[in-house]
């Protein structure tokens, strides 16, 4: 049996907490004698985040995949087909765990590209958005920032991904970049 490491969008604790977070302040609101337009506003904004927090984790869609071809990093529910990207071995050099250091530490997985790689569908391009990344993500080259994928509807388990990654790609490492 070869070792493909595949991860899918489901239901997680951040999940699970995002949803009833959403679904209390909605019943709130609800209830709530604040103006008609600030409620509905309210109402619109928490029960379409609980919504469609539950649409990403019902969708089942792949999140992450290693396989033989390469790397697959799963794009946003909504939109998988044009944000999703495969990227074949030939074209990667390091796959990179990181962690964007805010408050709420969120973990990511990217990838290091050699220089003559294609581009990447949804990666950032813009002189703004590299501007940001740099400001968000100081210790990592912008390169992988554009290229990585958060670690959040899913689980990144890192045993499974090195041994999916030595079995296809054992030139290939694999960095813990913090």
């Known amino acids: 049996m070869t070792p493909v490491y595949e991860a899918r969008f489901g239901w997680d604790r951040k999940t699970i907490v995002i949803v009833i977070t959403c679904a209390v302040f909605a ?3 609800l209830v709530a004698t604040a ?3 600030l409620r ?3 109402l619109l904004l928490s029960a379409g985040g609980g919504l469609f927090m539950s649409y990403a984790a019902m969708s089942g869609k792949v999140a992450f995949r290693v396989d033989e071809t390469g790397v697959l990093l799963g794009g946003n529910p909504a939109r998988y087909q044009a944000t999703t990207a495969r990227i074949p071995w030939r ?3 390091a796959v990179v765990c990181w962690r964007q250091h805010t408050a709420a530490s969120i973990p990511h ?3 290091a590209l ?4 294609a581009p990447v569908p949804g990666a950032t391009r813009s002189r703004i958005g590299r501007a940001t990344v740099r400001a968000l993500v100081p210790h990592l080259p912008a390169d992988v920032v554009a290229v990585s ?3 959040s509807g899913w689980r990144l388990d890192r045993d499974r991904l090195a041994a999916a990654m030595a079995e296809f790609a054992p ?3 694999m960095k813990d970049a913090g």
């Open 149 to 151: 994928r958060p670690v």
């Open 27 to 29: 019943l709130c609101l």
């Open 109 to 111: 997985v990217g990838l």
């Open 40 to 42: 509905s506003a309210g």
């Open 171 to 173: 030139g290939v490492p």
């Open 91 to 93: 074209d990667i050099e």
């Open 35 to 37: 103006p008609l337009a």
């Open 114 to 117: 050699r220089a003559d790689a």
